[in-house]
C-alpha cells in the first residue's frame, strides 16, 4: 500500500508546494493592495516593502502602561495580524519588523464625545510606530495597521496621520423586535472596531418586548420579555460595555419615552400607561406614559438611576419619537388636566413630559439624545443635547434648523439599513453629504454637524442575519463619518470595499458581497488579495477575540 501510494504522496507535496510558491509569488505581486478602511486622512507610501517576524512583539511607553485596553488590544491585533501559517523564508526584502511600539500620551480612558481618536502611524522596519493621545487613538492605528499587512507575510512601508471627520459615528441595533443574543452583539462591535465605528446606540426594549433584566422592577422583563431567556441580565450588559470599551466604543441606552411603551410596563403596580378609550366610553387598551401623574416621574428616576450603574456613558438615548395623540385625546383624566393646565394641544403636553423628564436627568447628572420630535415640539432643552434627525424626505430642513438653534445634531434619516433592496445600494449611503443643507459648511466648521448613525430597526432582521445584513453596508456610513468629504469615488470606493469585506470575512464577520460581480476573468488585485486570503482561512480560521 505505501509503495502504491507512495508516488500519489510525492505529486500531492510537489502540487502543494507549487501552490503554495504561486501564492507567494501573488503576494509580493499584490501586497501594495491593502488599503484602509475607512480611508485615512494623510497616508504616504515609502516605496519599501518589509516581512514580518513571526515573533512580532507590541510595547508601549508613556502613562498608559498599565492599561489593560491596550494590553487587551495587543494581544486582539497580533492574533489577527500573525492569524496565518508562517511562509517559507521570504529573504530580508527591505528589512524585518520586529516590534510594535506605541506611544500614548495620557492615561485617561474616559470615552466621551472629546474623546481623542486621532494617530500617527509609521511603518518601518525594524519598528512600526503608532503614537496618540489616548489608548483609543491608539486602537485606531492598530487597526490600520492590522489592515495594510497581507496574511501576516508582508507590508509596505506606511506614513498615516489620521483622525475623524466627525466625533460620533453610531450604529443602532433594536433588540426589541427581534432579540440578539449576546454573542452576536459582541461580534458587531468587532465590525464596528474594523471600521472606526465608536458609538453603540443600543434600543433594548420597545412596546414589543421588554428584554431588560432591572434589579429594581424584575417584573418587567418577567412579564414583558419573549421568554426567560431571551433577556439580557446586569452581567450580560457589563460585558458588553466592557467589550465596547476595549474597542473604543461607547455604549449609549435608548429607552424610549412617553410612546413606544406596552409590554413589561403593563406589569407595573400603580400602572403608568395611559388607558385609552373607546366610542362607547369603555376602556380598550394602553398608550403612551400617562404624563400627569407622578407615579410615572418616580418610576423613571428610579429607572434612570438604576441605569447609571451599567452604563458609564454620560448620555442617555429617551426617545420621544412618533407618540400616539388619539389615546390621549379619547382619555377622560387627561383632557381634564390639560384643560386645567391650559395646554391647547397634545404636542404641548408632550413638550410637558419631556420637559420634567430632561430636568430630572439633568438634576441626576445626565445628558440625553432624543429623535427630533422633541426639539421640533419647543422643548426647553440642555445646550449639550444630541438632537438624532431621523425622518426621511426633507432632512436637509431639518438639519439646518437644528444646527442654526446651536444644537448637536447627529444624521441617521439617510441611513437606515432595514430597508433592502435588489443589487448594490451602498452608494446612495455612501453618497450623503451630511452637511448638505442651507448653512452646512458653516455648521459643519463649527462642529454642530456632530456625526453620523446607521440604524437596523428589527422588524424582519434577527440573529440569523442581521451580521451579514449590516456588513458590509454599514462601512460605506463609517467611511463617511470618518473620511475627509472629499473622499466620494464611488469606483474607488467599490474595489476597497470589497477589500475590506474579504478582511471581515477572514475575521469572521459573516458579511454579503458587495457586488454582483467576481470579475474572475479580469481580476484586479484586490480581488486576488481576497481568493488567496479566503482559500488560506479555509485551513486556519482564528478568533481574534476574547468574546
Not at 41 to 70: C, M, N, R, W, Y
Not at 468 to 493: L, T
Amino acid at each position: 500500500i505505501n509503495a502504491e501510494y507512495g508516488g500519489f504522496r510525492s505529486i500531492h507535496m510537489a502540487t502543494h508546494h507549487a501552490t503554495r510558491m504561486i501564492g507567494l509569488t501573488l503576494l509580493f505581486a499584490f501586497s501594495n493592495a491593502m488599503t484602509v478602511w475607512p480611508k485615512p486622512q494623510h497616508q504616504t507610501d515609502s516605496g519599501k516593502q518589509f516581512v514580518l517576524s513571526p515573533s512580532l512583539e507590541f510595547s508601549i511607553l508613556g502613562p498608559a502602561g498599565q492599561s489593560p485596553v491596550l494590553a487587551d488590544g495587543f494581544k486582539r491585533y497580533r492574533g489577527i495580524i500573525l492569524s496565518h501559517s508562517p511562509p517559507p523564508a521570504l529573504g530580508s526584502m527591505d528589512g524585518t519588523i520586529s516590534s510594535v511600539q506605541v506611544s500614548v500620551t495620557s492615561a485617561d480612558e474616559t470615552l466621551s464625545l472629546e474623546t481623542d481618536q486621532s494617530y500617527n502611524l509609521t511603518v518601518d522596519s525594524p519598528t512600526v510606530s503608532v503614537m496618540a493621545n489616548t489608548v483609543y487613538g491608539a486602537l485606531n492605528g492598530l487597526e490600520s495597521f492590522s489592515q495594510l499587512v497581507d496574511r501576516g507575510v508582508l507590508v509596505n512601508g506606511t506614513l498615516i496621520q489620521d483622525f475623524p471627520r466627525y466625533q460620533f459615528r453610531a450604529s443602532m441595533i433594536d433588540t426589541s423586535r427581534h432579540f440578539y443574543p449576546v454573542e452576536v452583539i459582541l461580534q458587531h462591535l468587532d465590525g464596528m472596531a474594523y471600521s472606526k465605528f465608536n458609538v453603540l446606540h443600543w434600543h433594548i426594549v420597545d412596546s414589543i418586548s421588554f428584554p431588560y433584566q432591572s434589579t429594581q422592577f424584575p417584573q418587567m422583563s418577567a412579564q414583558g420579555a419573549y421568554s426567560p431567556d431571551h433577556v439580557y441580565t446586569a452581567d450580560d450588559i457589563r460585558r458588553v460595555v466592557l467589550y465596547a470599551k476595549h474597542r473604543g466604543i461607547r455604549v449609549i441606552p435608548e429607552f424610549d419615552t412617553p410612546g413606544h411603551v406596552q409590554q413589561g410596563y403593563l406589569a407595573l403596580d400603580p400602572p403608568i400607561l395611559t388607558d385609552c378609550y373607546d366610542s362607547s366610553g369603555k376602556v380598550s387598551g394602553t398608550g403612551p406614559l400617562n404624563p400627569t401623574i407622578n407615579a410615572t416621574y418616580d418610576f423613571l428616576k428610579d429607572l434612570y438611576t438604576e441605569l447609571q450603574t451599567l452604563f458609564p456613558d454620560k448620555f442617555v438615548h429617551v426617545g420621544g419619537d412618533e407618540v400616539p395623540a388619539d389615546c390621549w385625546a379619547s382619555n377622560p383624566q387627561i383632557k381634564a388636566y390639560m384643560a386645567a393646565a391650559g395646554l391647547k394641544s397634545f404636542a404641548d403636553l408632550e413638550t410637558l413630559f419631556e420637559q420634567k423628564l430632561l430636568d430630572m436627568l439633568k438634576a441626576q447628572g445626565q445628558s440625553y439624545i432624543v429623535w427630533q420630535e422633541i426639539f421640533d415640539n419647543g422643548a426647553k432643552i440642555a445646550p449639550d443635547t444630541v438632537i438624532d434627525v431621523w425622518k426621511g424626505g426633507n432632512w436637509q430642513s431639518e438639519m439646518a434648523s437644528v444646527t442654526k438653534a446651536g444644537f448637536h445634531s447627529v444624521l441617521s434619516a439617510p441611513f437606515y439599513l432595514n430597508y433592502i433592496s435588489y443589487g448594490e445600494d451602498w452608494p446612495k449611503y455612501y453618497q450623503v453629504e451630511p452637511s448638505n443643507f442651507t448653512g452646512g459648511a458653516a455648521a459643519d466648521k463649527k462642529g454642530l454637524v456632530g456625526g453620523v448613525e446607521v440604524c437596523m430597526w428589527s422588524e424582519f432582521v434577527d440573529s440569523t442575519n442581521f451580521i451579514s445584513r449590516i456588513w458590509p453596508r454599514a462601512a460605506s456610513v463609517g467611511e463617511r463619518g470618518w473620511s475627509a468629504s472629499n473622499v466620494r469615488d464611488v469606483n474607488d470606493a467599490r474595489y476597497r470595499l470589497h477589500e475590506f469585506r474579504c478582511k471581515l470575512l477572514a475575521r469572521g464577520i459573516n458579511a454579503e458581497p458587495v457586488s454582483y460581480t467576481h470579475l474572475r476573468a479580469h481580476e484586479t488585485p484586490e480581488h486576488l488579495v481576497c481568493r488567496l486570503l479566503l482559500e488560506k482561512k479555509k485551513k486556519k480560521r482564528g478568533d481574534y477575540s476574547d468574546r
